[in-house]
């Protein structure tokens, strides 16, 4: 129990606000540039062993002018699932990629990259039609961004 | 670089000549090998993409419960439960006991029916046919009483916000009894080949065998994860359903080799019987699992959630966002076990050889339906030919 | 069923259709599919339900195959990898789209990676709903092809005539 407060206490550092995403998701806000230093701190202090990310979701929210990544993050070893928020302005999403310390963001930087248009420097297998058909690839549309028409 | 095989998302021949081939098809494994001994692995996506999250966007959150169940067909139960939970926690609406439990006996006859499958393919992999044909056969019990629960086979369409489609009778609930207790040696005498015979045991142990370590930093989930020792398993953690009243034993295993990964497979079949037998013994009587569908919530309130189930592959997980304006979700995010596993798994097959590629491939459980023909390009004698997955596994390449 | 073929018609066909009708072989295709059909196609070839007796295999290479069975809503990557896979069909040979997505896209015929349906591709013969389609209705549906071949009575077909497409 202790060393999972002392995750929460790490995380809560670095954080600028805080939510809940149900059924009981602790949120920690954070800046873009804190994520890659949030991961290396994790995993010096408590080694790879203590957790896995479980997935990356990206979501565009047009109104707001931004599009907003969320790292789903299971503590282990109780398993627990929290989310590191953060936001990146619509018009130039970049963010550092995290392969180099964590290869197993492959999967969903692929994704975000292909779908959404976030780019993710540093990750070197980034390509466009990965999952979205060619001919959209070549019109320049993100399929999920709310103005891609399709 | 002597060899390169590229085993393909789908079964087709690709019309490539002696040199090095012009046309590149979707191939889902590259692999680059020296001799026999594979020296890189590239590993490509995209060609089951349906577009299946704008979809969800463009549909009422209850239209989409039966667009997420044919994300996969094998797995189609959990599925729409995972999405129908996440809607649930948005509308702060909760089944009944009896309906969850029935959901719960529907999602572990799909683990059952998914597990047999993929130990009968990878039988089929080594070259051990007669054992293919016989999970196949048993397989089929599994299937009858998937259709006596949910009246379907494959596809169940079953879950349904604040409950169930259907509900079963005593008869039922007898006849489903009946095939459980049925199926339970059959499971076990496959168990035994699996742990005694030479021609599994000799093709499968000490095949990729992978760390703690390795596994977390990856993120691969499921059978694969539990098989290095690491205790993971959405039913335990997050209790959904009827799980928290349900004994089970979440399986684990330190070997972390290829055998490992398709024992945890069986050991988790056992564990699924004995739940639905306890399951079919405890079924609760709190009241018709079935709610009024004229009575759900047309209007969803803003929200967000995420959801997890532990889906026959490993961690399944649905996030789900509402901005409370209108009949569609905002976002739907679905990850399932397969993107992790598969895509995340390159680093797998490194140092091992070609004939071990398919079993490698085969104790990550994915869709195998998919692939059958293997493409060889000798880069030495420059031709290129064809191949069955098995004849890879059989060294015959 | 009503065709509208007439007897010198069906004499000139005939004797292409001599080959398929004792020993069709099939050759299968997903693209893009839940995989639903694909394990129902693969239980309908098992012995518990014996498409055997009808001379109904597998074929080991796409040059042999007499029948495609195609499954799953053809999403954009695939329809290339469909069209030149007909493409090398040897003819006599026929389409058979199982599953609703391959018959018109099934739920996901508005989405922006999937064509919908296997006609848009290929001249389909037969089409057997449902998701996924019985095993039972899938040999039903190839017994009936079986059938319309045997009475030369098949017009959608890629051979013969120059054509390749059906309207």
């Known amino acids: 129990m202790a060393v999972e407060m002392d995750k929460h206490s790490l995380l809560e550092s670095f954080s600028i606000g805080k939510g809940v995403v149900k059924p009981n998701r602790k949120v920690y806000i954070v800046e873009p540039g804190s994520i890659k230093k949030i991961f290396h701190a994790l995993i010096e202090k408590y080694g790879y062993e203590s957790f896995y990310l479980s997935t990356l979701i990206g979501t565009d929210l047009k109104d707001e002018g931004k599009i907003r990544l969320d790292y789903y993050v299971i503590l282990l070893p109780e398993e627990e699932t929290i989310v590191l928020r953060t936001h990146l302005p619509r018009e130039n999403p970049v963010i550092d990629s995290i392969i180099d310390i964590l290869p197993g963001a492959l999967a969903g930087e692929l994704e975000t990259h292909d779908l959404l248009g976030v780019v993710f420097n540093g990750n070197p297998f980034l390509k466009r039609g990965a999952f979205v058909p060619s001919d959209l690839v070549e019109k320049g549309v993100y399929p999920l961004r709310k103005d891609s028409g399709v | 670089m002597s060899k390169v095989v590229e085993i393909p998302i789908v079964t087709t021949e690709v019309p490539i000549g002696p040199q090095h081939p012009a046309l590149h098809e979707p191939i889902m494994l590259k692999v680059y090998a020296e001799g026999e001994r594979v020296v890189r692995v590239e590993i490509n996506t995209g060609y089951n993409h349906r577009g299946i999250e704008k979809l969800c966007e463009k549909n009422s959150f209850y239209r989409d419960i039966f667009i997420v169940g044919r994300v996969c067909g094998i797995c189609n139960a959990v599925h729409a439960n995972v999405y129908v939970r996440a809607l649930e926690q948005i509308l702060d609406l909760y089944p009944n006991k009896r309906a969850q439990y029935l959901r719960v006996l529907a999602m572990e006859l799909e683990r059952i029916h998914s597990h047999m499958l993929i130990n009968a393919v990878m039988a089929e992999i080594i070259g051990f046919e007669t054992l293919f044909m016989h999970i196949m056969l048993d397989r089929e019990k599994v299937m009858k009483a998937k259709e006596i629960l949910t009246g379907g086979r494959v596809m169940a369409d079953y879950m349904m916000v604040g409950g169930v489609r259907r509900d079963i009778d005593e008869e039922k609930r007898s006849r489903l009894r009946d095939i459980l207790l049925k199926l339970k040696p059959r499971v076990e005498y496959y168990k035994k080949i699996f742990e005694e015979d030479e021609t599994i045991t000799k093709r499968l142990i000490d095949v990729s065998r992978i760390s703690y370590r390795d596994v977390t930093s990856h993120g691969l989930v499921g059978p694969v994860a539990r098989a290095s020792g690491v205790k993971i398993d959405s039913r335990a953690s997050d209790k959904y359903d009827a799980y928290g009243e349900i004994p089970f034993n979440v399986v684990t295993r330190n070997e972390g080799d290829s055998w490992a990964r398709m024992m945890v497979r069986w050991d988790e079949v056992l564990e699924s019987i004995e739940m639905g037998l306890y399951i079919l013994e405890h079924l609760p009587s709190d009241g018709n699992p079935v709610p009024d569908e004229k009575r759900l919530p047309r209007k969803f309130p803003p929200g967000e959630a995420y959801t997890r189930v532990e889906a026959p592959r490993g961690e399944l997980t649905y996030y789900v966002m509402s901005d409370g304006k209108g009949q569609n979700p905002y976002r739907v995010k679905i990850r399932t076990p397969s993107v992790n596993n598969i895509i995340n798994s390159g680093f797998m097959y490194l140092e091992h050889s070609l004939a071990d590629v398919p079993v490698i491939l085969a104790s990550l459980d994915p869709c195998i339906s998919c692939m059958e023909r293997v493409t060889v390009v000798d880069l030495e004698k420059k031709t290129s030919y064809k191949v069955h997955l098995k004849d890879l596994a059989g060294g015959r390449v | ?167």
């Open chain 3, 1 to 167: 069923m009503c065709f509208h073929m007439t007897q010198v018609q069906v004499e000139e066909k005939k004797p292409e259709y001599k080959i398929v009708r004792y020993s069709p072989w099939l050759v299968h295709f997903n693209t893009g599919a839940c995989n639903g059909c694909d394990i129902e196609v693969l239980a309908s070839l098992t012995p518990l339900y014996d498409p055997e007796r009808f001379g109904v295999k597998l074929a080991p290479s796409i040059r042999h195959g007499d029948i495609l069975v195609v499954t799953g809503a053809v999403t954009k990557k695939a329809a290339e990898r469909l069209k030149i896979l007909y493409e090398q069909m040897p003819c006599p040979k026929f389409v058979v789209a199982v599953g609703a997505c391959a018959v018109d896209g099934g739920v996901f015929y508005k989405s922006y990676s999937v064509v919908g349906g296997a006609d848009k591709v290929v001249p389909v013969a037969v089409y057997i709903p449902g998701c996924p389609p019985r095993p039972e209705a899938i040999l039903d549906g190839l017994v009936k092809l079986l059938e319309a071949i045997k009475k030369g009575e098949v017009e959608k077909h890629g051979c013969g005539d120059g054509q390749t497409q059906s309207s």
